[in-house]
């Protein structure tokens, strides 16, 4: 199995900055797409940004210019460095993982989620 530990939020004023890291352990990964979803309280969670391991990045309307998301293939680790905050950006953060992952020896395809950590920017 993956397991996936967050890490980077907090609080912050609006126009602020955060790095959010997530760090993929456990059974190899291959041709995986990691990505940030985000859920506010009494919406649906929502992408936020993706990439695959070739590298190719995908943004919500709403992030776009403003979150860079990047990867480090060598370490299963993704970076979600996210620039001029907004009050609407607040939310639950959660990782993503799909792809294919080793176990006893043969390779499944799966999904994985982290367990979350909290964005909230201050008006």
């Known amino acids: 199995q993956v397991r996936l530990v967050e890490s980077g939020g907090g609080l912050v004023q609006a126009g602020g900055s955060l790095r959010l890291s997530c760090a993929a352990s456990?059974?190899?990964?291959?041709?995986?797409?990691m990505g940030w979803y985000r859920q506010a309280p009494g919406k649906q969670r929502e992408l936020v940004a993706a990439?695959?391991?070739?590298?190719?990045?995908n943004y919500a309307d709403s992030v776009k210019g403003r979150f860079t998301i990047s990867g480090d293939n060598a370490k299963n680790t993704v970076y979600l460095q996210m620039n001029s905050l907004k009050p609407e950006d607040t939310a639950g953060y959660y990782c993503?993982?799909?792809?294919?992952?080793?176990?006893?020896?043969?390779?499944?395809?799966?999904?994985?989620w982290g367990q979350g950590t909290q964005v909230t920017v201050s008006s």
């Open positions: 993503n993982a799909e792809g294919k992952y080793l176990s006893g020896g043969l390779y499944y395809t799966g999904a994985f």
């Open positions: 456990g059974s190899i990964f291959r041709n995986n797409v």
């Open positions: 990439i695959t391991s070739g590298g190719n990045t």
